[in-house]
């Protein structure tokens, strides 16, 4: 569990692997093939994890941006601006 947590942080992949049934054959072939398949699958799951996170801040701050131009209509003043702002993120 401290290992996982430590990934976790460290924002890499972890994967836990039941160590016995690699003991008697040693780490060849077929066993280590699905070590780092798992280990790989990991590693595309926590990317895209990050990619949905960015992507989702980025569509957030577009919408909000296409929402405030809507509601201002043309409006510069920066007060006014920064009053719908923060009308908008209050909600």
Not at 39 to 49: G, I, K, N, P, S
Not at 51 to 79: F, H, M, P, T, Y
Request: proline share 1%; no cysteine; net charge positive.
């Amino acid at each position: 569990e401290i290992a996982r947590r430590l990934a976790t942080l460290a924002d890499a992949p972890f994967v836990k692997v039941e160590a016995t049934k690699f003991t008697e054959v040693g780490f060849h072939g077929r066993d280590v093939d699905e070590m780092v398949r798992e280990l790989v699958e990991a590693a595309v799951v926590l990317t895209r994890q990050r990619w949905k996170k960015i992507k989702k801040q980025e569509v957030a701050r577009g919408v909000e941006k296409k929402i405030l131009q809507s509601l201002l209509g043309g409006e510069e003043d920066a007060a006014t601006r920064k009053t719908m702002t923060q009308f908008y993120r209050e909600g």
